[in-house]
C-alpha cells in the first residue's frame, strides 16, 4: 500500500497543492455552493484543485488515498450547477466505482449510482422577442408605447415583453445518468438595440 503512496510533503498541479490541500478545497467548496451554485470564483478553486488531483492520479495512479479525494471532488461538483462541473462529478462517481469498489467510499458511490444521477446545469440564455411596438424619434424627444422621453433617456425604452418561464428538459445522455436542464431569463439582442437606436 505504501509503495503506491504519494509521499505526504509532495506538492501537485498548479498550486502545488498536497492531498490534504485538495481535500480541504473540496469541502470547503461544498460548504460555500450551499444547496448549489454557479458562483464562478468557487468554480475556480475547485477547478485548480482538480489540475492538483489530476496530476496526483496521473503520478500515482493506485494510490489509495486518491478515494477519498474523489468522493470529495465529486461532492463539490455536484453542487456546482454548470454543466461541466455537473460532467466532472459524474466522471469521479464513476472513477470510484470502478477503481476503489473495494473501499469505503466506491461502496457509496455504489450505492448512489445504482439509483442514479442527476446532473443539474442551466441552458445557455437565448435572445428575448423582438417588441411587437417600434422606438421611433422626432427632433429631440424620443417616443415609445406612446412615452414621450428625453432623447437623453431614450436607450431605456428598449424593453422587451415578459415572456413564459419554460420547464426544465431532461434527457438522459448515458445509462444510469439524467441530466436537468435548467432555462435562463432572455437577454436582449445587442443588434437589435443599436438597430433601433439607428432608427434602421
Not at 40 to 59: F, G, N, Q, S
Not at 75 to 101: C, D, G, M, P, S
Not at 183 to 196: D, L
Request: net charge neutral; with cysteine; charged share 15%.
Amino acid at each position: 500500500m505504501f509503495e503506491n503512496s504519494a509521499p505526504a510533503d509532495e506538492y501537485f498541479g498548479r498550486m502545488k497543492m498536497s492531498f490534504l490541500g485538495m481535500n480541504n478545497t473540496f469541502r470547503d467548496a461544498a460548504i460555500s455552493s450551499g444547496d448549489h451554485t454557479t458562483d464562478p470564483r468557487i468554480a475556480h478553486k475547485v477547478a485548480l484543485a482538480e489540475d492538483a488531483l489530476d496530476a496526483w492520479a496521473k503520478k500515482y495512479p493506485r494510490d489509495p488515498q486518491l478515494a477519498r479525494t474523489y468522493f470529495l471532488a465529486s461532492i463539490a461538483q455536484r453542487k456546482i450547477w454548470i454543466q461541466a462541473n455537473q460532467q466532472r462529478a459524474w466522471t469521479y462517481l464513476n472513477q470510484l466505482e470502478q477503481r476503489f469498489a473495494d473501499t469505503y467510499f466506491g461502496s457509496l458511490v455504489k450505492k448512489n449510482l445504482e439509483i442514479g444521477f442527476t446532473e443539474h446545469y442551466y441552458a445557455l440564455p437565448v435572445a428575448c422577442a423582438m417588441p411587437a411596438t417600434t422606438v421611433t424619434t422626432t427632433g429631440d424627444v424620443s417616443t415609445a408605447y406612446a412615452t414621450p422621453v428625453p432623447a437623453a433617456t431614450s436607450t431605456a425604452l428598449f424593453t422587451y415583453p415578459a415572456m413564459p418561464s419554460p420547464d426544465p428538459s431532461e434527457t438522459s445522455p448515458a445509462p444510469g445518468l439524467k441530466a436537468q436542464i435548467l432555462p435562463q431569463a432572455c437577454v436582449p439582442s445587442v443588434t437589435s438595440v443599436v438597430q433601433k437606436a439607428s432608427g434602421n
